[in-house]
């Protein structure tokens, strides 16, 4: 009799402590993908939400040293390198989107953003951003679907980022 309950207790002890293990190991995944969801959410919600008054005035006094400074300041500390950063900025990201949307008089809003983690060895994720947008002075505002994908690196850092937004932003000209 205590055989039979000292294998059951053997048994389930060896169970929690799978079950446990399994547990964990799922969490840190789940939790280094948020990591690297809450990286691009970042970029994409400063790259695609505004433009805001500091923006604004930056543009408005057309300092080119301000505007860099704004786009380091708010972009900078998600990405792996200096490479990465400036390859980013000079794509008309980071704070070109928002003064394309300023020259046209427009203001953007980030209403939802989907992430797919794609089936690559690398850290990549494909994303979908529903981008309201409306005229300045008019009450009615459009949504549209905007795509990229993102190449994160082991530390949740941006190693490359791509936002198809550029024809949508020529469609704003008509």
């Known amino acids: 009799m205590k ?26 995944e789940q939790e280094t993908q948020d990591e690297n969801i809450e990286t691009i959410e970042s970029v994409l919600q400063k790259a695609l939400t505004g433009p ?12 080119i040293e301000d ?30 989107i928002l003064i394309q949307a300023m020259k046209y008089d427009y203001s953007f809003k980030v209403k939802n953003i989907e992430y797919e983690k794609t089936e690559s060895e690398e850290i990549i994720y494909d994303f979908t951003v529903e981008l309201q947008y409306q005229k300045e002075g008019s009450e009615k505002s459009e949504v549209e679907i905007v795509t990229g994908e993102a190449n994160l690196n ?21």
């Open 3 to 28: 055989k039979q309950t000292y294998k059951l207790f053997v048994i389930a002890l060896f169970a929690s402590l799978l079950l446990l293990t399994a547990g964990c190991t799922g969490n840190a």
């Open 52 to 63: 805001n008054d500091e923006l604004k005035k930056i543009f408005n006094n057309e300092e």
């Open 67 to 96: 505007l860099v400074q704004y786009d380091k300041d708010h972009f900078e500390e998600y990405f792996a390198n200096e490479t990465s950063y400036v390859e980013f900025v000079s794509q008309n990201n980071g704070s070109g």
């Open 154 to 174: 082991e530390e949740h850092k941006i190693e490359d980022m791509l936002i198809r937004i550029d024809e949508f932003l020529g469609s704003l000209v008509n």
